[in-house]
Nanobody, 122 residues
């Protein structure tokens, strides 16, 4: 099982970025994927998730700005981030859930990718 997050970078406030999480060793139909982030000096927090069945969820602070999606054929999950603000600056991680479900939080994820850094300048 491998997860490869990419797409981070430096963006001005109000801008957009799309993160990708390329998965291998399992199928997105069978396992949920969660996006997490960790800002400097803060605890890691859940951002969004998509279940094996395609259901999605978001933390309140990103609702309406972030969209999670997936390409089953490419076994890749995307996180489209818009209207970014300095508070979104963090290292973003994707993780695989132990089953088909997902949650915007911990407890069900057993594999993690390396992070990709998102920096939003004001």
């Amino acid at each position: 099982v491998q997860l490869q997050a990419s797409g981070g970078g430096l963006v001005q406030a109000g801008g957009s970025l799309r993160l990708s999480c390329a998965a291998s060793g399992f199928s997105l139909d069978d396992n949920g994927i969660g996006w997490f982030r960790q800002a400097p000096g803060k605890e890691r927090e859940g951002v969004s998730c998509i279940s094996g069945g395609g259901s999605v969820a978001y933390r309140d602070s990103v609702k309406g700005r972030f969209t999670i999606s997936r390409d089953i054929a490419k076994n890749t999950v995307f996180l489209q981030m818009s209207s970014l603000g300095p508070e979104d600056t963090a290292t973003y991680y994707c993780a695989k859930s132990m089953g088909s479900s997902c949650r915007v939080g911990f407890g069900i994820y057993n594999s993690w990718g390396q992070g990709t850094l998102v920096t939003v300048s004001s």
